[in-house]
């Protein structure tokens, strides 16, 4: 069982940088394949951007390319979202997955509210 706890969200305002990072329990993590994902209220979970076991293959949504950088550090089983020139329209729950199995992630975080004002 792999258990992963996000960390960094919080209130900022338009234009601001915020980092967040997601622990991941279990020896497996430099297997997997890693996302993060994000729900706004009244909308549906979407991607953000992954990165793969060996940082060859990283991916975005369009609507974050250029401004999030996702990254990993196996050794210490993290990885993370480095998100610049937040929008208002970046306020989302994010939530960090693992583990692309089938087109799906295996596991998947609690959530870190991150809210960005006008």
């Known amino acids: 069982q792999v258990q992963l706890e996000e960390s960094g969200g919080g209130v900022v305002q338009a234009g601001d940088s915020l980092r967040l990072s997601c622990a991941a329990s279990?020896?497996?993590?430099?297997?997997?394949?890693m996302a993060w994902f994000r729900q706004a209220p009244g909308k549906e979970r979407e991607f953000v951007g992954s990165?793969?076991?060996?940082?060859?293959?990283?991916d975005y949504a369009d609507s974050v390319k250029g401004r999030f950088t996702i990254s990993r550090d196996n050794a210490k089983r993290t990885v993370a979202l480095q998100m610049n020139s937040l929008e208002p329209e970046d306020t989302a729950v994010y939530y960090c997955?693992?583990?692309?199995?089938?087109?799906?992630?295996?596991?998947w975080g609690q959530g870190t509210q991150v809210t960005v004002s006008s």
């Open positions: 997955a693992g583990q692309l199995v089938g087109g799906r992630y295996s596991y």
């Open positions: 279990g020896h497996a993590f430099s297997s997997y394949t």
């Open positions: 990165i793969s076991w060996n940082h060859r293959d990283i």
